[in-house]
C-alpha cells in the first residue's frame, strides 16, 4: 500500500494581511474625513495617502498569489469574490498614486519645504500659495484663460471670492497664512453678523468676507514698481464694473513701455510676442500673488538663510513656482510695493469686521 502523498498546504486561509488589506481603505478613509472636517488641508494628506497606496499595493498583490497559488479547486471558486475585491483595492490604490503624482508635479520645489532656518509657519503658508495656484489655474481653464478680477470691495486686495468659492476654492482657510498676526480659524472669512446675509448663520464661511490679510493679489499684469505706481493711481478711479478690463494709463507707464496694463491670463506668450508685456517679464517672472509686503521688515512672518536673518516673502508666479524674494531685492516684496498697499486700507466689509 502506497503511503499518501502529503497534501500541499493551501494559502487562501485568511491571514493577517488578507484582515489587513480588507480593512486598509475603509479606515484610511475614515481617518481622512475626520482630518478634513477638522479642518487639515488635503495637501498634508497627500503623502501618507501615498503610503497607504504602496501598502495596499503590496498587500493586495501578495493576496492574489495566494490565490492563484491555490491547490483546492472549490476554495478557488469561493475565493473568486476575494481576487475581484483584491483587484479593486490594487487599483484603486494605483489610482490613488496617480492622483498623487499628478497634484504633486505642479507643486515643485518639494526642498522648500525643509529649509530649517525658516519660521514654523512657512510650510503651510508656502503650500497656500501653491494651492492657490492651481485654483487660479482651475478658474482659467473655464473662463478663456482670463484670470478672476479683483474683489469689488475698494482695496481689498485678494481675487473676488464669489466666483471661486465654494466651487473651486474648497478650503476656504488657504488665503489666511498661519503665521500672520490676524489669523484665526474661527473668524477669519467668516460672518461675524448676518444683517447683510439673512440666509447663512453667524461663523459660516462666506466669499464675501475674504480679505487680503496674508495674501495681495491684482488680476492685472503688474511687473515693477513703475507700473504699480501706475496701476494704483488708475486703480483709485475705477469702479467695480471695470474690474474685468484693461486699465488705461499714461503713455509710457503701461505694460512693455504701452499706455495699457492688460488683464491677467494665462496666455501671456501673446502679449509678449507683441511687445505688449516687458519681454523680459516670462512666464517664471510674472507675480499673481504674493505674501502681503510691509513696511517694516521686522513684521514679516518669513525669514530663511543663515540665523534665519533674512527677511522677505513668497511670491506665486504665473507658471505656477513659489519662490522666496528678499525684502527690497525684487518686485513685489519692495518698499515701494508696501507703501502703495498701506496707503490704502480696504473698506469695511459689512456682516464681516
Not at 494605483?94 to 505642479?106: E, G, R, S, T
Not at 525658516?118 to 494651492?131: F, W
Not at 517672472?285 to 525669514?303: F, Q
Request: glycine share 8%; with cysteine.
Amino acid at each position: 500500500m502506497e503511503p499518501e502523498s502529503p497534501q500541499k498546504k493551501d494559502e487562501t486561509k485568511i491571514g493577517w494581511d488578507t484582515i489587513f488589506s480588507l480593512l486598509l481603505f475603509p479606515v484610511t478613509f475614515i481617518v481622512v474625513w475626520l482630518l478634513l472636517k477638522l479642518g487639515v488641508s488635503i495637501f498634508y494628506l497627500v503623502p501618507p495617502l501615498a503610503l497607504a497606496g504602496i501598502i495596499g499595493i503590496i498587500l493586495s498583490s501578495r493576496i492574489l498569489d495566494k490565490i492563484k497559488a491555490s491547490t483546492n479547486k472549490f476554495k478557488r471558486r469561493k475565493s473568486v469574490a476575494a481576487a475581484s475585491y483584491a483587484n479593486f483595492l490594487l487599483y484603486l490604490y494605483l489610482i490613488a498614486l496617480i492622483c498623487y503624482a499628478i497634484v504633486a508635479h505642479p507643486l515643485g520645489h518639494v526642498w522648500d519645504l525643509f529649509d530649517i532656518h525658516g519660521s514654523a509657519p512657512r510650510i503651510p503658508c508656502v503650500n497656500n500659495l501653491k494651492q492657490i495656484g492651481l485654483i487660479l489655474n482651475m478658474y482659467t481653464n473655464e473662463n478663456e484663460e482670463m484670470f478672476p478680477p479683483i474683489d469689488d470691495t475698494k482695496n481689498n486686495f485678494i481675487f473676488d471670492g464669489n466666483v471661486l468659492y465654494p466651487e473651486y476654492l474648497w478650503e476656504i482657510e488657504v488665503v489666511a497664512c498661519p503665521g500672520d498676526a490676524d489669523h484665526n480659524r474661527e473668524t477669519n472669512f467668516r460672518l461675524l453678523a448676518v444683517e447683510r446675509h439673512p440666509a447663512f448663520s453667524v461663523g459660516d464661511a462666506h466669499p464675501d468676507c475674504i480679505t487680503d490679510i496674508s495674501y495681495c493679489y491684482f488680476g492685472w499684469f503688474v511687473t515693477s514698481d513703475e507700473e504699480a505706481e501706475a496701476f494704483f493711481e488708475a486703480y483709485d478711479k475705477l469702479s467695480p464694473e471695470d474690474y474685468d478690463k484693461d486699465i488705461i494709463v499714461s503713455d509710457g507707464r503701461g505694460n512693455g513701455g504701452g499706455n495699457v496694463i492688460h488683464r491677467l491670463r494665462t496666455d501671456a506668450d501673446q502679449f509678449l510676442a507683441e511687445g505688449a508685456i516687458d519681454p523680459e517679464s516670462t512666464e517664471s517672472k510674472i507675480p499673481i500673488a504674493w505674501d502681503m509686503p510691509t513696511l517694516d521688515p521686522a513684521e514679516s512672518n518669513h525669514r530663511i538663510g543663515e540665523g534665519a536673518g533674512e527677511v522677505g516673502g513668497y511670491v506665486l508666479y504665473l507658471d505656477g513656482h513659489v519662490e522666496f524674494i528678499a525684502f527690497g531685492t525684487k518686485f513685489p516684496m519692495t518698499g515701494t510695493m508696501a507703501r502703495l498697499l498701506a496707503e490704502r486700507p480696504h473698506e469695511r466689509i459689512p456682516d464681516c469686521e
